[in-house]
């Protein structure tokens, strides 16, 4: 079964709608770690956020809001008012004491359309 | 700021030929890691290190090897190349583990033919 499941594969959106993307885990540890990061058209991976397991807190960053749910295992991702530039490819990853690296789940393709 | 660099950017094989790809960073980071990206099945752990002189084996280590005789640097190579070795390689870094983001270069597109 796959630890972290990304079951958008790819979503095209409008500039300025808003847009949610999906990240259901599975982990067994208490203590765990979520990320999320950005793969642009350049190539790089960029970091966008972390969350450990014991803050439920939703966090917001400009336009960029996470909602992690420990009862649904989800960590999802929303851009308010899309923009082109947000046009990437999102992985979402899991970080476990028990595995030394992190397990990223198969990414979410995201086109914004001007 | 360098961060992690990885060299070459790009290369063409031809099956059954040998490469090292050079993954470096200037962060003084004890973990190094490095993935490969397939279409449709994000990054894969390939092999990782902890500190230096130490490597171990990943998700999918199969026709890979790696050595970290420095700290700063990790190598990938490939013995004997196969087409189903093209993909992107990805080397990344961290200072510790779980709780810390991994920084990862600017990734190696492979193409075996």
């Known amino acids: 079964a796959q630890k972290v499941t990304q079951a958008q594969t790819e979503i095209s959106v409008v500039e300025k709608e808003d847009v949610t993307l999906d990240c259901v885990y599975e982990?067994?540890?208490?203590?765990?770690?979520l990320f999320w990061y950005k793969q642009p058209p350049s190539g790089e991976l960029v970091f966008l956020i972390r969350r450990n397991s014991f803050d439920e807190q939703n966090e917001i960053s400009g336009r960029y809001s996470w909602n992690f749910q420990k009862s649904t295992s989800s960590f999802n991702f929303t851009i308010t008012a899309s923009q082109v530039v947000d046009s990437a490819v999102y992985f979402c990853a899991l970080s476990e004491t028990g595995r030394r690296a992190l397990t990223f789940g198969s990414g979410t393709r995201l086109q914004v359309q001007p | 700021n360098a961060g992690v660099t990885q060299t070459p950017k790009f290369r063409v094989l031809k099956t059954g030929q040998s490469m090292t790809l050079l993954c470096a960073q200037d962060?003084?980071?004890?973990?190094m890691y490095w993935y490969r990206q397939d279409p449709g099945m994000g990054l894969r752990l390939i092999h990782y290190s902890v500190g230096e002189g130490t490597t171990a084996k990943g998700e999918v280590p199969d026709g890979y090897n790696v050595s970290r005789l420095k700290k700063q640097n990790f190598l990938l190579g490939l013995e004997s190349a196969a087409p189903s070795q093209t993909s992107v390689y990805f080397c990344?870094?961290?200072?510790?583990?779980?709780?810390?983001?991994?920084?990862f270069g600017q990734g190696t597109r492979l193409t075996v033919v």
């Open positions: 962060m003084n980071h004890e973990y």
């Open positions: 982990t067994r540890d208490t203590t765990y770690y």
């Open positions: 990344a870094s961290s200072s510790a583990h779980p709780n810390t983001e991994a920084f």
